[in-house]
């Protein structure tokens, strides 16, 4: 703070003596003041004052990591984390949506008692009766599930 106000009394004494007045300095303040004295030395002290007084440092803001017009909403490896949770929250609500539905959960046991049956009927620890009963048991089960669903399992 001492340091500016030594600014304005130096640029102040060197205003009221005609001698260490910088004549071109001087010259132009006169002649924009229309030839008024007192306002001549108060631009003349502002404008000394201005050219003694250090610059002021200003601070740049660092340059936008982003283009103006191009704003991410996540990086890649947020998109990479995000899309399982996405899938597994679809196929929640899609579960959610489905209801509970008589008819497809007794085709689908239906469907899976057949599957098991044929699983059986492979087997190699059958013997051959067996494992020719089994597979009639099977038969009987697709026509079943044939005559009743109107379509092969």
Known sequence: MQGSQDHWAAAMKEAESPADRDP????????????????????????????????????????????????????????????PVIAIGALLIIGALMGDNPQRDARWREQDAIKLCWSEQGRKSLDAATSRFVAGACEKMERDYEAKWGRKP
Do not use: H, M
């Open 24 to 83: 071109a300095l001087w010259a132009r303040c006169f002649a924009e003041n229309d030839g008024d004295e007192q306002r001549a030395k108060a631009a003349y002290i502002r404008a000394k004052v201005a050219s003694s007084a250090p610059p002021v440092a200003t601070e740049v803001p660092p340059p936008p990591t982003n283009p103006p017009g191009k704003k991410r909403l996540l990086p890649w490896w947020g998109w990479v984390l995000l899309a």
